[in-house]
């Protein structure tokens, strides 16, 4: 709901209170559920739609028109189905590899009607668009519902393996006990090389390996993790596994496992026996490091350890429920949790991601937002009023256009005016002459210099002249 959001961000401009808060990055997205970067490249964020198409936002250049990769002719999507999840290679700027995680339903699967697939692909010539002839298959799993299909797959900064996570093969209460099955790749935490064989090869300490038919397997006892990620500075690794009825759970894997541990389901959800409903741990159970009941959400969303530039926010785990969207930090300290961007709506939260320096992402079902002290906006532009003076916005808000004034006292020369985002990206030159001292009515249409209509959100006008500027806020509705 950004309308609710903006008003309050542009009142708490003023106070400069809290600390911290989520901003407006980019909006009119069709069903993002992810964001992700290319391993040091600082200027661009990767956004996956479910329908099929990975976008590519630019810090600079803004959501660019031609789509990444366009897989809507691949895939099968709807409810839980889609395109799910996307990682690079962690030596992308040598081979251009990346990796997809999508389903398929009543055709394109081997095993069944239904199935997951991870293919991998390689960029073009041109960094901004992947070889969508490029595509190589690495692995089905049949699926024998449409729902709980996991879907995110990452690499660990530890081993470099490619980790990819399964839902339990959907339905309710998992009724093949897949989770617990070592025949079965669903409900697992798979773990692969993808760069030791064709079409992957077995990480010799995998857990299950010679024990099982399947050597993928890492970790078991997974419902749906929706979704995981591995902590860029020590590489552990925290999974927002989606509960049954009645509990929401965070689950933790040190970087120094040896893999093989059970989460419990379906034998517990969360911390609880599901089935059997008592008796259901013999002492080889994983417990989740934090869980939360039905009475504060519904579907747990997965996040990150946070490593970006809030001091307050450092070290602390960030996580969300997408029925609600209410937000939360556990401290792995004490697995304390304090909620946090309390006095926002952020609507269903659907995924988190990370950009190069480790800033956090939210995803939500239109919308990708940054979290991010209030100031940063503010902070890209000195004030150093002397002879040039910008006047207030009106109406501010504003839906269709939005007027204001400009100053020049004697001494003004090259005058530049320009529309900037809360993250300091200039979208828009509204002026930019010699001018003389007086005054100077002008207006902006909420458009960016293509004409394309800007989302919803805080915007800066900026004013310079000299070596004189002002900066005054401005509230875009739509």
């Given at each position: 709901m950004p309308t609710r959001f903006a008003l309050i961000a542009l009142a708490l401009l003023v106070s400069l209170a809290p600390a911290y808060e989520a901003t407006l990055l980019v909006g009119g997205l069709s069903n993002p559920v992810f964001v992700t970067h290319v391993p040091g490249d600082?200027?661009?964020?990767?956004?996956?739609?479910?329908?099929?198409?990975?976008?590519?936002?630019?810090?600079?250049?803004?959501?660019?028109?031609?789509?990444?990769?366009?897989?809507?002719?691949?895939?099968?999507?709807?409810?839980?189905?889609?395109?799910?999840?996307?990682?690079?290679?962690?030596?992308?700027?040598?081979?251009?590899?990346?990796?997809?995680?999508?389903?398929?339903?009543?055709?394109?699967?081997v095993a069944d009607d239904e199935c997951t697939k991870i293919f991998r692909f390689q960029v073009s010539e041109n960094p901004d668009l992947a070889d969508a002839g490029s595509a190589f298959e690495l692995l089905e799993i049949a699926q024998p519902f449409g729902n709980h299909n996991g879907g995110m797959i990452a690499f660990s900064p530890v081993d470099d393996y490619l980790y990819i996570g399964m839902g339990d093969g959907g339905s309710g209460g998992d009724p093949f006990n897949n989770s617990q099955n070592d025949l079965s790749l669903l409900g697992k935490m798979l773990r692969l090389d993808v760069d030791g064989g064709l079409p992957y090869g077995i990480p010799a300490d995998n857990p299950f390996v010679g024990e099982t038919p399947r050597d993928e397997i890492w970790a078991k006892g997974l419902r749906n993790p929706w979704r995981f990620s591995f902590d860029r500075q020590n590489g552990d690794l925290w999974i927002g596994d989606v509960g049954q009825n009645a509990w929401e759970e965070v689950d933790f894997q040190a970087a120094s496992s040896t893999g093989g541990e059970n989460y419990g389901w379906r034998l517990m959800e969360g911390a609880h026996c599901y089935d059997p409903p008592v008796d259901c741990d013999d002492g080889s159970l994983v417990y989740p490091v934090h869980e939360y009941s039905h009475g504060s959400g519904c579907s747990i969303t997965g996040g990150y350890l946070y490593r970006g530039s809030v001091v307050e926010l450092q070290g602390l785990y960030l996580f969300a429920d997408y029925c609600n969207g209410r937000s939360w930090a556990l401290d792995p300290g004490d697995m304390s949790v304090e909620e946090i961007f309390t006095e926002q709506s952020l609507g269903n939260i659907v995924s988190f991601g990370e950009d190069a320096h480790g800033e956090v992402y939210i995803v939500n079902t239109n919308s990708v937002w940054?979290?991010?002290?209030?100031?940063?906006?503010?902070?890209?532009?000195?004030?150093?009023?002397?002879?040039?003076?910008?006047?207030?916005?009106?109406?501010?808000?504003?839906?269709?256009?939005?007027?204001?004034?400009?100053?020049?006292?004697?001494?003004?020369?090259?005058?530049?005016?320009?529309?900037?985002?809360?993250?300091?990206?200039?979208?828009?030159?509204?002026?930019?002459?010699?001018?003389?001292?007086?005054?100077?009515?002008?207006?902006?249409?909420?458009?960016?210099?293509?004409?394309?209509?800007?989302?919803?959100?805080?915007?800066?006008?900026?004013?310079?002249?000299?070596?004189?500027?002002?900066?005054?806020?401005?509230?875009?509705?739509?």
């Open positions: 600082s200027g661009r964020l990767f956004i996956v739609e479910q329908g099929g198409l990975i976008r590519i936002f630019g810090f600079h250049e803004g959501l660019l028109d031609d789509p990444f990769l366009d897989l809507s002719g691949l895939i099968s999507g709807g409810g839980e189905r889609g395109l799910l999840g996307m990682a690079f290679h962690p030596d992308y700027d040598s081979n251009g590899y990346f990796y997809v995680n999508f389903t398929r339903w009543n055709s394109g699967c940054k979290v991010g002290p209030l100031s940063t906006g503010v902070n890209h532009f000195p004030v150093v009023p002397s002879h040039l003076h910008l006047g207030q916005s009106a109406p501010n808000p504003f839906k269709e256009r939005t007027r204001f004034k400009l100053a020049l006292d004697e001494g003004g020369s090259l005058l530049e005016v320009d529309v900037y985002t809360i993250s300091g990206r200039r979208v828009r030159n509204l002026f930019s002459d010699l001018a003389g001292a007086g005054e100077m009515n002008l207006s902006w249409d909420g458009r960016d210099d293509h004409g394309r209509a800007l989302s919803s959100g805080v915007y800066f006008l900026r004013a310079r002249s000299g070596e004189s500027s002002d900066t005054s806020p401005v509230l875009l509705i739509r």
